[in-house]
Structure formats: C-alpha cells, structure tokens
C-alpha cells in the first residue's frame, strides 16, 4: 500500500514520524497502566491487583514450560514486559488511529513490517548469546549447527535465518491485515450512505474483537517461541 508518510533526517538517517509517535504511545500506555495496576499493593490482593499477578503468572508458566531453570528465572521479567508491549502495540491501531492530511500519524507499530523485524532479531540475537554464555561457544556450534550430524550445517544455517524471518513476519502479516481489512470497511462504510453504513458498522465491530483476540494472540505465541528457541539452543 502506497500510504503517505512523514518522516525526518537525523545524523543522516531517516526516521519515520508515525512509527516513533505509536512505540512512543504504547509505552507510554503499558507503563501507566501497569504502575497504575501496582501501586499500593496488599498481602490480599483484589482487582487490579489480581489482574496484575494473573498476568505475572501468565507470562512465567510460558518461560517455565520452556526455561524451567536459573536462566528462565532471569527471563521471566522480559517476557512480562514483551508480552505487555506487544499485546498493548498490537491493539493501539484498533483503538487510536489518527490520521491528518493522509497520514496516518498513530496505528499499531506492528502493522510496520520494520518494528517486528526488530524485535524478532533482539529475541533471536538473544537466544544465541544466551547459549554462547551458558554452555561455551564450542557447544554452542554443535548444538546449533551440527546437530544432529555435521553435513546438516546448511540447513541448520537456513533453519535459524527462518526462524528469524517467520517470528518478524508472522506478527507483521496479522496485524498489517487486520488494519487494511479494518480500512477496507471504513472505505465501504462511506461508498453509498446509510445503505453502507449500517451493516459497515456491524462487519467493524465484529472485525475489532476478532483483531483483538488475533493481537492477543500474536503477542503469546511471540513471546512462547521466543522461549522456545532460546530453550533449545541451551539444551
């Protein structure tokens, strides 16, 4: 889609306005709603408070089904945070979408293929680091790129670049879509008055929950293949 963009030069790098407002926004959001959800906190935890360990506990059983050891302890607190972000970023473009003169200055920074590139590449950068520093960097080679049987080396190189590409790529694809589909209603809505308008507006609301479970859900399958993949490298 050839969608208008406003953008600015800075140490000879171009930097996109909409993608910086939106991560900007969404960590501004996860950070306020989740100070706000620990604050004053009680040994008899109620609302917010409950909601707040259901969400802790959420994000360490999926590290402890993949990392039950000292280094998935030190991990459950990025998974919380990646989790946050990522749910929160996912649903932004659903609930807030500012668009002034044909550009779309807030949406879900996900809907950018670069942002979930990014974070696929930290997630994946980290899993080998993490198996470089536990288990030697020898180790490291056989287990990831000679195992089983060294003339696999090719595939196995092909395998973690794949991995790489489908992490980034499968958030991108569902977010991205749900947003076009989500413009392509709005679009139908305005085509031929009220005739269009009313069954547009049921297709939107129905469309929306839908979104939301998918960005619910590309949020928790990121973060469970994140620890998926540092989990077998340190095996």
């Known amino acids: 889609m050839n969608e208008k963009t406003a953008s600015f030069m800075l140490a000879g790098l171009k930097f996109d306005w909409p993608t910086i407002i939106s991560i900007t926004v969404a960590m501004v959001i996860v950070f306020v709603v989740l100070v706000w959800m620990a604050h004053r906190l009680t040994m008899k935890p109620t609302g917010k408070q409950n909601a707040l360990e259901m969400l802790i506990e959420f994000t360490n059983g999926i590290v402890d089904s993949n990392l039950a050891n000292k280094t998935g302890d030190n991990m459950k607190f990025l998974a919380f945070v990646l989790f946050s972000f990522i749910f929160v970023t996912n649903q932004l473009g659903l609930?807030?979408?500012?668009?002034?003169?044909?550009?779309?200055?807030?949406?879900?920074?996900?809907?950018?293929?670069?942002?979930?590139?990014?974070?696929?590449?930290?997630?994946?950068?980290?899993?080998?680091?993490?198996?470089?520093?536990?288990?030697?960097?020898?180790?490291?080679?056989?287990?990831?790129?000679?195992?089983?049987?060294?003339?696999?080396?090719?595939?196995?190189?092909?395998?973690?670049?794949?991995?790489?590409?489908?992490?980034?790529?499968?958030?991108?694809?569902?977010?991205?879509?749900?947003?076009?589909?989500?413009?392509l209603i709005w679009n139908l809505a305005q085509s031929a008055g009220i005739v269009t308008m009313v069954p547009s507006l049921f297709l939107a609301i129905v469309w929306i929950a839908f979104s939301l479970f998918i960005g619910a859900i590309q949020a928790y399958v990121f973060v469970v293949l994140t620890m998926v993949y540092t989990g077998e490298k340190l095996e």
């Not at 470089?132 to 003339?151: D, M, R």
């Open 95 to 183: 609930i807030l979408h500012i668009n002034v003169d044909g550009v779309t200055y807030l949406k879900s920074a996900t809907s950018d293929p670069l942002i979930p590139m990014i974070l696929a590449l930290v997630s994946i950068g980290m899993s080998h680091y993490l198996s470089v520093e536990k288990i030697g960097f020898k180790n490291y080679v056989k287990n990831v790129y000679l195992s089983p049987f060294p003339f696999l080396l090719p595939i196995n190189i092909i395998d973690q670049f794949t991995s790489f590409m489908t992490l980034g790529l499968r958030l991108f694809g569902n977010i991205f879509a749900g947003e076009v589909v989500l413009g």
